[in-house]
């Protein structure tokens, strides 16, 4: 599987954008950038996810480089619920449906104060 | 209603014992996962079964034994316990077609402890 590298910590004010950054520079043409965040003592929670175009939905927005060697997961207004593990996962796409898996880094713990 | 529930939540035995972990979800999916969390909170996938048929197989212990008797559960039994298998095991469900929306459904997790 392809790797993907992450700060280990980050910290946010409370309603301000949070941008985490996630390298991913042996990434194939084929790979799909996904975000699963993991809040304390829960198990994880899908974000989002794209190819190449960039992505928005209810939760986030996702930002990939031209390249794709890097994307960003971006929190418009963090709140103190957002704070959690965040894991930038690589996913082969040549593999699909029942044979296809996630497999998980070690994240970024997202700190957010007041 | 949870949507993926395992049970128990919490499990403390001996070394050697043999255990059960239970895994239900009521989502209509028809692949269901079980994933490891150690002690360094890596992640890892262990297995997954589509319609009761398993497709992934991760180099996993033969003493680990997951059971699905029909597509909404998958149940996780361990058999001698060992130290190194403390650790919270979470179940998992999707689509088939999962690939699509990106998303996997995970239980809260079941947190095992080997002493």
């Known amino acids: 599987d392809a790797k993907t590298t992450q700060p280990n910590s980050m910290e946010s004010n409370e309603e301000e954008p949070v941008h985490l950054p996630c390298n991913h520079s042996t990434i194939s043409g084929t790979d799909y950038i996904h975000w699963y965040r993991q809040l304390p003592s829960q198990g994880p929670e899908y974000v989002i996810h794209g190819l190449t175009s960039n992505v928005n939905n209810r939760m986030a927005s996702l930002a990939i480089a031209e390249d794709r060697k890097s994307s960003t997961l971006i929190l418009h207004r963090a709140t103190l619920r957002d704070a959690a593990v965040y894991y930038c996962i690589l996913r082969d796409g040549t593999l699909g449906g029942t044979a296809s898996k996630l497999t998980f880094g070690t994240g970024t713990r997202l700190q957010v104060t007041l | 209603d949870t949507a993926v529930s395992q049970t128990p939540k919490y499990l403390v035995t001996q070394m050697g014992n043999d255990k059960s972990i239970k895994c239900e979800q009521n989502l209509g999916h028809d692949t269901m996962y079980w994933y490891k969390q150690d002690s360094k909170k890596f992640l890892k996938i262990m297995f997954s079964?589509?319609?009761?048929?398993?497709?992934i197989n991760e180099t996993v212990p033969n003493r680990f034994s997951p059971k699905s008797p029909d597509k909404a559960h998958l149940n996780l039994h361990i058999n001698s316990l060992e130290l190194g298998d403390s650790a919270v095991y979470f179940c998992?469900?999707?689509?088939?077609?999962?690939?699509?929306?990106?998303?996997?459904?995970f239980g809260e997790g079941s947190r095992l402890t080997v002493l």
């Open positions: 998992a469900s999707s689509q088939r077609t999962w690939t699509a929306t990106g998303e996997l459904f």
């Open positions: 079964y589509n319609n009761k048929e398993l497709i």
